[in-house]
């Protein structure tokens, strides 16, 4: 059968290796910009600032987890009277959001340094929140210009947000391959990025200073981002976002609690997609062995351990699903320990 698809590669710069940071000067002035508003999170800011030198005019590092609109508010008034006219963010998915929220406003370029494995850095897509509520919009005006993977940012990033920040990596790629509109370069790119993530995330929470471990992760959590940008993102997402906007729950960890139960749900409507998951896994069964990855690094299990009280479910669609979330049920569908759980205990042993 004839699959018809559409596929637009995304026109964001991306520069990536070890010690790139080095670099930020240069892609600032290559974007034509010469008064930088930096946002960053104290732990980073001196060392991006120090590579941007004069080029810095203002920094800001108020930024929220779901880009809170007072945040922003706040933000775009020190880009004002700054006079920037780019902005630079170095941080997780939360600073590149409020990034992203001052360019769809103001129309600067922005040059992002990410920190975590979230990926919104290369994705058109922007979710604010305002009295609770999580809207999501997707702009070219939103993506940004310059992406700098410097692999030494994400050294120190801990081993808890590092597994619930891969999750979230491995959530974009395995919501790819059910896409509607997914295409062959996508369906590529997110199963080479499900290998990748597994494969190097036991390795770097038995060692998180393995430089070789998180560079395959930064990739791989790229090749994971880049998916979102050609295809919409599918339940996981949906509900990701509903319950994060709503109850202000943790987003990494909200990924990671709720992708086994929504890949376990999805195992029916769509067997192949799952099928391909597993392939990319190494096991027979894709969402039993997520799971297990998560429990065996120490990861969430369970929107009961996120402080969710059980009632606040009530009403959202599927039912079945939150259930099994809340209360960490692991999907049953695999032997209990998979091939991959006991390959990642073994490179604990080691
Ligand atoms: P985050 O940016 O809030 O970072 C999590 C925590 O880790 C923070 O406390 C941060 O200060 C800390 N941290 C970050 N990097 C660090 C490092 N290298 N070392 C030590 N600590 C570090 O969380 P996140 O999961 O990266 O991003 C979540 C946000 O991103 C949410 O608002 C979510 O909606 C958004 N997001 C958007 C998209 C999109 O395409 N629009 C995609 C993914 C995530």
Same mark, same amino acid.
């Given at each position: 059968m004839t699959r018809g698809f559409v596929h637009s590669p995304s026109p964001t710069r991306v520069v990536f290796g070890a010690g790139t940071v080095a670099s930020v000067a240069e892609e600032v002035r290559r974007l034509g910009g010469s008064r930088v508003l930096l946002l960053a999170r104290p732990r980073h800011a001196e060392r991006v600032a120090a590579a941007l030198g004069e080029l810095v005019v203002a920094q800001f590092d108020g930024a929220r987890m779901h880009t809170p609109v007072e945040v922003t508010a706040q933000a775009l008034d020190v880009l004002k009277s700054a006079a920037a006219d780019c902005v630079v963010a170095v941080g997780g998915g939360s600073t590149t959001g409020l990034a992203k929220a001052l360019a769809v406003r103001t129309g600067v370029p922005q040059v992002i340094l990410p920190t975590t494995y979230a990926g919104s850095e290369v994705t058109p897509v922007l979710g604010e929140t305002e009295n609770g509520r999580k809207t999501t919009r997707r702009s070219p005006d939103i993506l940004p210009e310059t992406v700098?993977?410097?692999?030494?940012?994400?050294?120190?990033?801990?081993?808890?947000?590092? !597994?619930?920040? #891969?999750?979230? +990596?491995?959530?974009?790629? /395995?919501?790819? =391959?059910?896409? *509607?509109?997914?295409?062959?370069?996508?369906?590529?790119?997110?199963?080479?990025?499900?290998?990748g993530i597994a494969r190097s995330l036991p390795l770097v929470a038995a060692n998180p200073s393995d430089v070789d471990a998180r560079s395959e992760l930064l990739e791989s959590a790229w090749l994971a981002g880049t998916?979102?940008?050609?295809?919409?993102?599918?339940?996981?997402?949906?509900?990701?976002?509903?319950?994060?906007?709503?109850?202000?729950?943790?987003?990494?960890?909200?990924?990671?609690?709720?992708?086994?139960?929504?890949?376990?749900?999805?195992?029916?409507?769509?067997?192949?997609?799952?099928?391909?998951?597993?392939?990319?896994l190494? !096991?027979?069964? #894709?969402?039993? +062995?997520?799971?297990?990855? /998560?429990?065996? =690094?120490?990861? *969430?299990?369970?929107?009961?351990e996120l402080g969710l009280p059980e009632s606040s479910l009530d009403g959202i669609e599927p039912a079945s699903v939150l259930?099994?979330?809340?209360?960490?049920?692991?999907?049953?569908?695999?032997?209990?320990?998979?091939?991959?759980?006991?390959?990642?205990i073994g490179s604990f042993d080691e």
């Open positions: 700098i993977y410097d692999v030494d940012l994400t050294l120190d990033l801990p081993v808890p947000t590092t !597994v619930t920040s #891969a999750v979230n +990596a491995l959530a974009h790629a /395995v919501e790819a =391959l059910y896409a *509607p509109e997914a295409n062959p370069v996508v369906d590529a790119v997110a199963v080479q990025a499900i290998r998916c979102m940008t050609s295809v919409s993102m599918g339940l996981h997402h949906k509900l990701c976002h509903q319950l994060g906007g709503q109850f202000d729950l943790p987003h990494a960890e909200t990924h990671t609690v709720m992708l086994p139960q929504v890949m376990a749900y999805k195992e029916k409507e769509a067997p192949e997609a799952l099928a391909r998951v597993a392939e990319a190494d !096991v027979p069964d #894709a969402a039993s +062995a997520v799971y297990d990855l /998560v429990h065996s =690094l120490g990861g *969430p299990t369970s929107l009961r259930r099994a979330a809340w209360a960490g049920t692991r999907p049953e569908g695999a032997p209990d320990l998979s091939a991959l759980t006991a390959q990642v």
